[in-house]
């Protein structure tokens, strides 16, 4: 099997290829390269070749002999999104199904996209399940029930979309990043010896390691097709619902010494438990490996031995909305998310 896997010099992208290439996959990579400054350690032993393009601009001829796509290069994070909605609709809504239909017309029979339980929103009855109404809060988040809306109506006997909403990922990275929320705590903890949280941290996010999200792509991409045609999974553990302030409390007993402190409510109305019975029940060898406390002590092990130092953790390529504002600032892309020309 030919796979195509956009966002390969990302934080998901740069574990899933050689993952893939491992299990003797032919891996065709896709990446504008926005993210390639921020690398934190060696971690990648097989390295796919890749195709430095953004999405929006990718052509039939690049899908020719693709059996299948893993598609997780958009713009990620709601403050990333929020920095141009325009621009994050017309990459991550229009860009996508552009890719959709350049896949389907070139014969690729199955198209695994990234979603993202944050199209939840704000849940306050129970654990919601992949048949509960979404309720979307930010442009990140209503770009991807758009692209599930427009992908479902594609499916037919020849091309079947999967659609992935993961769990808050965590874990370690190459390619790392310190914006979503565990990853962001233990980065304090190991620089600062300190978590101070400007809320109370009552919100529930379910999180899910990143490695476990690369398992969960595998299965679908090898799963008997009738299990995964125009099907929805919530990815990730039900065990693995936390509140904020649960994931900030195993962060500090894992960092040693760390003194930790909450604030008042929150500002932030995103708060959601979920369901992942479905994806657990149906799709076949998924099962989470990795919970919290696993995590944040992978992370303590890493930055040990990378002796990371307060100035890697504030840097900017490892936090998506510093980076993109960066590359906008220095005019390396335009307004409308291409790069410039190169310097002379």
Known sequence: MKI????TEGYLGSL???ILLKKGYEVLAVDTGFYKVGWL??????TAQT???????LTSEDLQGIDAVVHMAELSNDPAGQLSPNITYDINHKGSVHLANLAKASGVRRFVYMSSCSVYGLATEGDVTEESPVNPQTIYAICKTLVERDLQTMADDNFSPTFMRNATAFGASPRMRFDIVLNNLSGYAWTTQEIKMSSDGTPWRPLVHALDICK???CALEAPRDLIHNQIFNVGD???NYQVKDIAEIVADVFKGCQLSFGDSSTDNR??????EKINQLLPGFKCEWDARRGAQQLFDVFTQIDMSEETFFFRGFTRLKQLEYLIRTQQINPDFFWTKKPS
Request: without cysteine.
């Open 41 to 46: 350690y060696n971690g990648t032993e097989l």
């Open 271 to 276: 708060s959601y438990r979920v369901s992942f």
């Open 238 to 240: 039900t065990s693995f």
């Open 16 to 18: 899933l290829a050689p």
């Open 4 to 7: 195509l896997v956009t966002g």
């Open 51 to 57: 195709l430095n393009k953004d999405i929006r601009n």
């Open 216 to 218: 969960a792509i595998v």
